[in-house]
């Protein structure tokens, strides 16, 4: 069972995404030194990107074998290929067309305009299909065991594309769904579901920025998962809540770590 979230609070979002950006490295390579191979989760928005870019410019990115590595997506906004707010599109122009990675361990989630046409549906049951087939017996389920997945805390709490409230936040047995309806354009997405998200080994939680504070100290303060989907992202063998200063400026001081500058 995952123990209670550790929190590392940094100074601005800057210094943020270069910690993490450090720290995803030193993941990677320990995930690949010690079973040949690592799986990451991806996520979009301003921090997940933030953090690509960091990474993109940090001279320890060489440790990596890039070759060896798996990504994946929490979420992705049902737009066609190509499209600017892409997720995957993003994430290319951030840090993936400059490093050496295998194609065909980039996991991008289904484009409006691709095999599934607009059936988001469709295309959520294949996402689904293509984590089962990349699941090993060790994993005891139907999605690999991912080494690190990040998500990005919206203002309104969600992560993924897993609003307050809404189905995709109640599933309990799917791995990856449609989403239709979101608060935030677009409305229709694809989002790995909360038992998808807890089947990752650690879930990191970025949230940076004033407009985060109070998502935080909500989703950190005991609020239900149905209310408050960052509170029921946790990894199996721990939760990390990334925050600068701005984002944990509400968080009661009981949570602070001991040691935060």
Do not use: C
Not at 91 to 102: G, I, K, M, N, T
Not at 185 to 192: A, C, D, K, V
Not at 208 to 220: M, W
């Amino acid at each position: 069972m995952s123990q209670a979230p550790q929190l590392v609070v940094h100074r601005d979002k800057e210094l943020m995404a270069q910690a993490a950006a450090a720290r995803l490295i030193t993941r990677i390579v320990d995930a690949q030194s010690s079973r040949g191979s690592a799986s990451v989760v991806l996520t979009g928005g301003r921090n997940g990107n933030g953090l690509l870019a960091a990474l993109a410019a940090a001279p320890a990115r060489d440790a990596i074998d890039w070759g060896r590595l798996d990504l994946w997506w929490g979420d992705e906004r049902f737009l066609p290929e190509g499209d600017p707010e892409r997720n995957v599109t993003q994430a290319r122009e951030a840090l993936l067309d400059s490093v050496p990675l295998d194609p065909k361990r980039v996991h991008a989630m289904p484009a409006s305009d691709g095999p599934y046409g607009n059936d988001v549906d469709a295309a959520a049951a294949a996402y689904a299909e293509e984590l089962a087939r990349a699941a090993g017996p060790e994993n005891h389920g139907p999605v690999p065991t991912f080494d690190v997945l990040m998500l990005g805390v919206g203002p309104d709490t969600h992560v993924a594309s897993l609003f307050p409230e809404l189905p995709a936040v109640r599933e309990t047995e799917r791995t990856v769904v449609g989403v239709h309806g979101a608060p935030k354009p677009p409305p229709t997405r694809i989002s790995l579901t909360l038992p998808a998200i807890r089947s990752a080994r650690e879930v990191w939680l970025l949230a940076a920025g004033e407009d985060k504070a109070q998502a935080a100290a909500i989703a950190l303060s005991g609020a239900g998962e149905i209310q408050a989907p960052a509170a029921g992202a946790r990894g199996k063998t721990r939760t990390l809540w990334l925050l600068d200063a701005a984002a944990a400026s509400q968080l009661p001081r009981s949570l602070y770590p001991p040691a935060s500058p």
